[in-house]
């Protein structure tokens, strides 16, 4: 474990604060009429629309600098707001002087050993199953080269800018805790590359989270010796030799031990978990909204989120979730008016009633990923490492299965809350289950179909979504000639939650557009709340009225659910934000 404690999240540029400023909310894609399948482009090619919508799914996007706080690397962790602050954000990065008097401390420990003649693995050894071989002197730079290049082997569609810049960051922060033995130089060279926007270009796959994600860290290993292919702070794919002159920074000559220490670890399961945990928070409040506004929509009754009756259940995520939707329906009108007549339905369906006990379940598991990720965080992970005392040993910390078993349970999360949320966006299509409505919502039943295909498009999106809560990390193939005869498949549990989480915002943004729809059709006082986020989705998307080309209408509410704007329409304690 490091050393240091993490620092007061209080100096960091947090999500909300990025928000007020204008840096976040582009829509992940740039295609109106794209699906699900379309969030991850074919192999590296300049995307035409990329200036236009510089999400989270971008790989070519011009990199927007975060103008906040420099966020330091020393020798304890960084915070999850770090990593997205980093990562998405654009936010500069320094490394601390104890960090590197730490790291030219270990350094001559691994320096030593380089003399020695006894063989020392990662110094002066092979690699893997090649682990007993000695290597001269006089060889040791190419075997350091050799190592880079022979596995930086990724292949398939570009890994996004965010997920890269994550990765170096948390390579950084562990070289940083003096643990793995590189130089200075070292150090302030992936420092630099962060702060020059050099994003190198890594596949997709590549990584089975046995040795960590050694493909994946590979290719920034090869970047930073002027080697392979990387965009610039504009998004231009160029050679990396050419954006490390440009950037006025030296490739760097690896010498014993540090090829080795660049690509063994955690850092790309890692990144996207952090990355994952700081938008489900929202997108978890973002779905108690839309939930809420169903209850109204679909005539339904508040009586069911009572704090007294959460309290005789105390799982705080569903306590969270019951208090967010009690905020959004105060003051409703339509409610009131049911109150008073009385509500024609003895209980309400349980994807309208049992929504704050999902939905919190969904949040106690983005807990337990948080109270995961912070403990990885605060790791220094490497084979072998520098202990405290100065010995160097060999070591299994870099298997990935913590990381891997928190993103897939995350993974089971996402899928059941979509669909709950799909199972609400069919009962308003439903006249014999939507109190009295339209059926489809149209507005000339027969003539027109309303909204019955954007349900077809949530269904579509929520199977996909049970199949992507299949875990990876339950998978395993044995590889290095049966050396690493186990592995974890946490970087293949990373990019499905990805998936899924962009199809929950989807299933969300769909749900948003059948409830505004639907408490417009009843014609009866929404809450203020509900009334805010109606006008501000109509700012883009049209009321009721006659059938209209619908995939633009859901893709102007999907921008508007990632842009996160909506959040600041629900009253202040409601609100959630990453930690």
Not at 192 to 211: D, H, K, W
Not at 220 to 226: E, H
Not at 512 to 531: D, F, N, Q, S
Request: glycine share 8%; aromatic share 2%; with cysteine.
């Amino acid at each position: 474990a490091r050393s240091g404690p993490p620092r007061d999240a209080s100096t960091r540029s947090t999500p909300s604060a990025l928000r007020a400023a204008g840096m976040c909310g582009a829509a992940r894609d740039a295609d109106p009429e794209s699906d699900i399948s379309d969030t991850l482009r074919p192999d590296p090619v300049p995307n035409p629309h990329a200036a236009e919508f510089h999400g989270p799914m971008s790989t070519d996007a011009p990199l927007r600098t975060d103008t906040g706080p420099i966020v330091e690397i020393g020798i304890g962790p960084v915070a999850v707001s770090d990593v997205v602050a980093v990562a998405r954000h654009g936010a500069a990065v320094r490394v601390a002087d104890d960090a590197l008097a730490e790291v030219a401390a270990s350094r001559a420990i691994i320096d030593a050993l380089a003399g020695d003649d006894v063989p020392h693995y990662g110094v002066s050894t092979g690699f893997g199953a090649l682990a007993t071989t000695s290597i001269p002197r006089d060889r040791r730079q190419q075997l350091q080269r050799s190592l880079v290049r022979s596995h930086a082997a990724s292949s398939g569609p570009e890994v996004e800018r965010e997920v890269v810049r994550g990765t170096m960051l948390l390579r950084l922060s562990t070289l940083a805790t003096g643990r793995t033995g590189v130089r200075p130089e070292v150090v302030r060279l992936y420092a630099g590359m962060l702060n020059a926007g050099i994003t190198p270009v890594i596949g997709e796959y590549g990584s089975l989270g046995c040795s960590g994600d050694l493909a994946p860290l590979a290719h920034i290993a090869l970047a930073a010796m002027g080697e392979g292919e990387v965009r610039d702070a504009g998004g231009v794919l160029l050679p990396a030799a050419d954006a490390l002159a440009a950037a006025g920074l030296e490739p760097v000559v690896l010498q014993e031990k540090e090829g080795l220490a660049l690509i063994n670890g955690t850092d790309g399961m890692l990144a996207m978990l952090a990355l994952a945990i700081s938008d489900l928070r929202e997108l978890l409040t973002t779905a108690d909204l839309v939930a809420a506004m169903s209850v109204e929509g679909l005539a339904g009754t508040d009586a069911v989120f009572a704090e007294d009756l959460h309290a005789l259940r105390p799982h705080p995520g569903q306590a969270r979730s019951a208090a967010t939707m009690r905020a959004v329906l105060a003051g409703s009108g339509a409610i009131a008016a049911h109150r008073a007549r009385g509500f024609t339905r003895v209980q309400d369906a349980y994807s309208v009633r049992c929504a704050p006990q999902v939905h919190g379940a969904a949040r106690d598991t983005v807990d337990h990923a948080q109270l995961v990720a912070e403990r990885e965080l605060a790791s220094a992970i490497d084979n072998p490492v520098v202990t405290l005392d100065g010995r160097l040993e060999s070591n299994g910390n870099f298997h990935g299965a913590p990381v891997g078993y928190a993103l897939d349970f995350l993974a089971i999360a996402v899928a059941d809350v979509a669909s709950m949320s799909e199972r609400r966006t069919d009962r308003f299509l439903d006249r014999s289950r939507n109190g009295g409505l339209p059926p489809f919502l149209a507005d000339d039943p027969g003539v027109d179909s309303g909204l019955m295909i954007a349900q077809y498009t949530a269904a579509g999106i929520v199977s996909e979504l049970k199949r992507l809560a299949v875990p990876a990390s339950v998978d395993s193939i044995p590889t290095s000639a049966m050396q690493e005869d186990h592995v974890s498949m946490g970087w293949a549990a990373a990019r499905k939650l990805r998936r899924a989480m962009d199809g929950l915002e989807r299933v969300l943004a769909i749900e948003l557009l059948t409830a505004a729809r639907g408490i417009e059709l009843r014609g009866e006082p929404p809450a203020p709340v509900t009334a805010r986020v109606i006008h501000r989705l109509r700012e883009t998307v049209p009321g009721p009225g006659a059938d209209r080309f619908l995939a633009p209408e859901i893709q102007a509410a999907r921008r508007l659910v990632a842009s996160r704007e909506l959040l600041d329409l629900i009253p202040v304690p409601s609100k959630e934000t990453a930690s």
